[in-house]
């Protein structure tokens, strides 16, 4: 069992983001990476498609025989992940947005949250962030149309810097000090971000904390790779085959086009 892969799932390629944290801690395991891109966005879906689509991609992967799933999705995760671990009984990590980092380094006290519209309205997003949020001002923006230019392979075009540029403004106007991404895709932003932001504003993302929970999960389940065979990564993608070409670190990688 230990030798088989992980899964990562994501409506796309967000969760690419995700796979080169996993890939950077632990690079002697094999894993599966499954973008769902032909039903991306998943963020201004119902919970129940949420929870629809996110069955079919645990089962997809449970298929391909993989030990543990990532759920490299916060609008997923934060919908559906319960229903997945009752259903199933091999152990899943999910993704978050990371309020308690930016609560507990914020000095002005005003944060901002960037995330997709099903996470921010989600029962579990809001319970993380009435735990941590009691001083804090937090300034909710919800990403509309930044996953649809990521995945049309438009990160770096203008419309996205404006699009960024308004999705900013108020929270600079409330003087936040820091920025949590509350979506995998949003990672791919750091760049234009922190040519936006003044220079004192902490970008917050959750993927070094995804991989370090990974790590631990599988050697809590003892399922870390003992075996010395060289580790396998496959890519699976329902859209674009070139957009997560452009942005994987990785030379090697295998990604195939399917009908999913
Ligand atoms: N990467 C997904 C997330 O983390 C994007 C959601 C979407 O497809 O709208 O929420």
Known sequence: MSSKSIGIFDSGVGGLSI????????PMESTIYLSDSKHAPYGPKGKEAIIELSVKNTEWLINQGCK???????TATT???DILRKNYSIPFIGIEPAIKPAA????SKAIGILA??????????HETSQLYSSDLLVVEQVGDGIVELIENGALYSDQMKHLLQSYLQPMLDAKIDCLVLGCTHYHFLTPILKQLLPEHVKIIDSGKAVARQTKSILESNILLNTETSVEQNRFYTNGNVKVIDSLLKSETARIKKIDF
């Not at 796979?19 to 632990?26: A, D, G, Q, R, T």
């Not at 507990?104 to 000095?107: D, R, T, Y």
């Open 19 to 26: 796979w080169n944290e996993i890939h950077l801690l632990l």
């Open 68 to 74: 543990l799933i990532v759920v490299a999705c916060n």
């Open 79 to 81: 919908n559906a992940i």
């Open 104 to 107: 507990l380094q914020s000095k």
């Open 116 to 125: 997709t519209k099903g996470t921010l309205s989600s029962h579990l997003f």
